[in-house]
């Protein structure tokens, strides 16, 4: 039995398959599902000035992040949180495994392959060669 899974979601369609796929896991009621997002370094954009007030367009990437998981997390039948962190994407789902001592992480795949794959590189394949756990990959159908 999994005590902890980390789920890990990204902005794209293949996170309705991951979500897909943790609904047919078929959680106990004492599961607890770590909902997380990672904001690639990218898409952060900078920081904010602390001394001045921040418009709320700067906000609106981070609130519709925050919606979805919501809305995911309305769905589940055992205990959740939501973890929305910047960074390296593999680096962060991993450390999240670490801190919340993760049984599993489940995490999409792009399908990416070929030259594609060189350039861009495999969040998925990096996780599961350093993940403290089993992963389990999803992939696009």
Request: with cysteine.
């Amino acid at each position: 039995m999994f005590k902890t899974i980390l789920v890990a979601l990204d902005a794209s369609e293949q996170a309705d398959i991951v979500v897909q796929t943790l609904d047919a896991i078929q959680l106990p009621a004492a599961t607890k599902v770590i909902l997380a997002h990672v904001i690639p370094p990218s898409e952060v954009g900078g920081e904010w000035a602390a001394d001045r007030p921040h418009n709320r367009s700067e906000e609106i990437p981070y609130f519709h992040l925050e919606k979805q998981l919501q809305a995911y997390q309305a769905n589940l039948p055992c205990a959740s949180q939501i973890e929305i962190v910047s960074g390296d994407v593999a680096a962060e789902i991993v450390r999240l495994a670490n801190i919340h001592a993760a049984d599993l992480i489940l995490i999409g795949s792009r399908g990416l392959t070929g030259l594609n794959r060189i350039l861009q590189g495999s969040v998925s394949g990096q996780v599961v060669e350093e993940a403290p756990c089993s992963v389990l990959v999803v992939k696009q159908k």
